[in-house]
């Protein structure tokens, strides 16, 4: 196993002119492992991808692979290209057959032909597209376009497979599948697995190693919550209205749209049908899954508003709280953090 | 016999004209959609421009170029096939690129980062884009042949209709007609109309063999 993190990241900088994509001071990607990239839409994974992929050259910065410094240029680039694979959001395949365009990375490799239609065959089956070789791409729905994309990735066994929102057009069914899939690739076949999800939950119970963007920008670990909204009300008092008009009062001071966390740490928990403070951010919902990390207990509360919260464990405890139980999450407008404001 | 002479040479000089700007202007249309240069814009609108090019004004300028007192006149090409292949290759040249670029230009953006994902060169991504314009570029090809199988005005100025040697479908229907001759011009036109089908099926077939 290669010591060196699979990709560090130093001082990287991508723009297009009159605006930063991404800055990020510095990152790594262990070797072997599955990461995941978590952010709303357009905080800048698809930019960081497509550098790691080697298909961009930032605009500043360095990127090492393996300890070594990138290419984006001449014969190395082509070398390392070919050890790293990215499966597009929404994956093009070429016109042809399944086969072909499984056979496509072990063409230009120069593969014997001998050796295609079982790696060919291989790949399919990881994905269950087993006997999909001879259909036409033009006949495939959305979700089994995206799993030929996978397999194509896979037929070509890369160090590095870079998955961006694999999950974004699956159906609901399936998404457990390929959840075991990403894990499969990385036992199985040893490889580095990086995915981007938007969904903070789906990227735990895949791999503790996640890395936030906002807006650019990695942000610290514990950026959960994260509401978007225009700020109304009185500047004293101001608040955003979230996803089914539900509001979230915020702390003074900020004008404009903004992007902001509650911490999961900041959060207090209740049983429902107490009394409680009308002031503060209260909002009744589900316990839909527990956790237990490190001495405490990482929830998840589905109701109108989802939240994820973490609790102490002797806290958790104290309140006897289960799986299924109805509980008001509270939380006051200092606790929330705005991660961007713009006018 | 005279008539099946006239459709060989035809044929013979437009396929060959077509196939020469093809080689040059498929590559050309293509590097000028995938490179950024200054003066692109400009480059494109000409190319649009000449699809408008009089076919006369080909035959005039080539007449020049090949007469006797002309630059090449030593080349002895003025009414013979291959000059007026030269003249059809100058008519098709700006049609097959400006087409080629607009076939390459439709082709999906992801193409050629997918393919460069899944390990392909410079090269092999290049090809890989051109494979996913192919219908594209077949087209542009046909139609460079539309325009030079159909055309008069260079085929009789740079050929000078010579019976058997340099008479084509269209300007033997330009000597019947002015013999008043209608009728024979009308079959004629048929008949030219059957060459270019019978190309376009051929196309068609070769298109449906390959999805």
Known sequence: MNPNPAFRLLKIRQEIPGRTLLEVPELEFPTGEVSALVGPNGAGKTTLFRILALLDPPFAGALEFMGEPAAFSGPRWLELRRRITLVHQTPFLFRGTVFQNLAFGLRVRGEPQAIWPPRVAEALELVDLGGFQDRFVIALSGGEAQRVAIARALAVQPEVLLLDEPFANVDAGRISRLEALISEINHRLGATVIFSTHNLGQAFRLTSRVVTLVAGKVAEFGHENIFSGTVEGEAAEPWITVRGGWRIRIGPGVSGRVTCSVPPEAIALRPAGGPGASECNCFEGEITRMECHNGRVRLRVDGPVSFRVVLPDQEFQRQGIRLGDRVVVSFTPAAVKILEAKP | ?211
């Open chain 2, 1 to 211: 016999m005279e008539l099946l002479g006239i459709i060989w040479v035809s044929l013979r000089i437009s396929l060959a004209a077509t196939t020469l700007a093809a080689l040059a202007s498929v590559p050309l249309g293509f590097w000028i959609a995938v490179r950024e240069f200054p003066g692109k814009r400009v480059v494109v609108v000409i190319l649009n421009t000449l699809f408008s090019l009089p076919t006369v004004v080909v035959g005039l300028f080539v007449y020049g170029l090949l007469s006797h007192s002309g630059p090449l006149g030593s080349l002895k090409l003025l009414y013979t096939p291959a000059g007026m292949t030269l003249g059809q290759w100058i008519l098709a040249t700006p049609v097959i690129t400006a087409l080629t670029y607009a076939a390459t230009k439709g082709v999906d953006e992801r193409v050629r980062p997918t393919a460069l994902t899944l390990g392909a060169d410079g090269w092999q991504a290049g090809l890989m884009v051109l494979r996913e314009a192919r219908y594209g570029l077949l087209a542009a090809v046909v139609a460079g042949f539309g325009r030079v199988i159909s055309e008069v005005g260079a085929a009789i100025m740079i050929g000078g209709n010579i019976r058997g040697y340099t008479r084509t479908i269209t300007t033997a229907i330009a000597l019947e007609t002015s013999k008043g001759e209608f009728q024979t011009g009308l079959i004629l036109g048929v008949i030219l109309l059957a060459v270019a089908l019978s190309v376009n099926l051929f196309v068609h077939a070769f298109l449906r063999a390959r999805p």
